[in-house]
């Protein structure tokens, strides 16, 4: 045999070899063609890859653009957002346009004093109570015998329980009586700027402009107001009271308290402008602003000296 013949045959024996192998671990081999066809595949393979990485990206880009155009919404709606800053307030929380987590009473007796007296806009305080626009605050004023005491009742839920109860006080008759030495007041300040007052010249003499009336069941209500103010004296004990002044010739700011209790809520009431901003700071620190005519900050522990100033666009004005 010569030396070709024994090399060719050492190589059919080895490929013999390897086919029986790989058969035996139960692979195959595939012709050249057949090669040519897995290389194919490969290349689909990738072509899908690829075109999974596209759809990927695309998808990616589809985001990339969904976010920016997010985040330029975001831009054009916080351009009209009017800056602000407040200080820490630790006391009931406070929101414009509050949900109370109490019902608001609907069943109201035909002598109500809410029925009684229109011209106190008692009709623009039920519609209100009545459709979810919980007034921003109401006042608490009481002068018994010299005692003067003014509270702002600002928990939504507080406001509630004030209005419900004044809605069962009916009015009995007109009376020929006075009382000089004492008196009461509720002033419940709505959303829309209107201020909407209750006075009596003692618990049971409603005050009006046509004369003095007789009002039963207000038991509860001044229980309610005796509470309130209790704890706000108990505050005041505890904190002291600090003054609050606006500066001089400063004709934009109606209406604030001339004291308060560090840490309290401070209700500050503005003319309403058209075609501008109002704004307010109470020492250096601008104050919240919750519409064209109420601005909110919480009492510092010193003295405040309230200031507003007015900005508009060109050819703006206020009212």
């Keep these: 045999m010569s030396k070709l013949t024994r090399e060719a045959l050492a190589i059919i024996c080895a490929v013999a070899f390897v086919v029986f192998a790989l058969s035996a671990c139960g692979c195959s081999v595939t012709s050249s063609s057949s090669g040519a066809g897995a290389g194919g595949s ?5 072509s899908s890859s690829a075109s999974a990485n596209t759809g990927s990206s695309s998808a990616s880009s589809a985001t990339g653009d969904a976010s920016a155009t997010s985040d330029n919404s975001k831009g054009a709606s916080s351009s ?5 800053v407040t200080t820490e307030y630790s006391g009931p929380a406070v929101v414009y346009k509050s949900v109370p987590t109490i019902p608001v009473e609907t069943d109201i007796p035909e002598s109500s004093i809410l029925l009684f007296d229109e011209s106190r806009y008692s009709g623009a305080l039920r519609y209100d109570m009545e459709h979810g626009k919980i007034p921003l605050r109401c ?3 009481s002068n018994e015998e010299g005692d003067l005491l003014s509270v702002d009742v600002v928990d939504p ?3 509630v329980q004030i209005y419900n109860l004044l809605s069962k006080m009916t009015v009995v008759e007109k009376s020929d009586m006075s009382v000089l030495d004492s008196g009461y007041r509720l002033m419940f300040y709505l959303t829309n700027g209107w201020e909407v007052p209750y006075s009596f010249e003692d618990r049971n003499l409603l005050g009006t402009e046509d004369g003095n009336y007789i009002v039963q069941g207000g038991e509860e209500l001044w229980g309610l107001v005796d509470q309130i103010q209790a704890e706000y004296r108990e505050r005041a004990e505890a904190r002291g009271l600090r003054n609050i002044t606006v500066k001089e010739r400063d004709e934009f700011i109606l209406s604030y308290p001339s004291q308060a209790v560090p840490g309290d809520l401070v209700f500050v009431l503005t003319a309403s402008v ?3 901003s109002m704004h307010v700071s109470a020492n250096g620190v601008e104050a919240k602003n919750w519409g064209d005519f109420c601005f909110t900050f919480t009492m510092p522990d010193a003295d405040v000296k309230l200031e507003s100033w007015f ?3 060109s050819g703006g004005g206020w009212v």
């Design 80 to 84: 009209g957002v009017r800056k602000t």
């Design 139 to 141: 006042n608490i004023w």
């Design 157 to 159: 839920d507080q406001i």
């Design 274 to 276: 058209t075609d501008g």
């Design 311 to 313: 900005s508009s666009p």
């Design 42 to 46: 490969s290349e689909n393979a990738v």
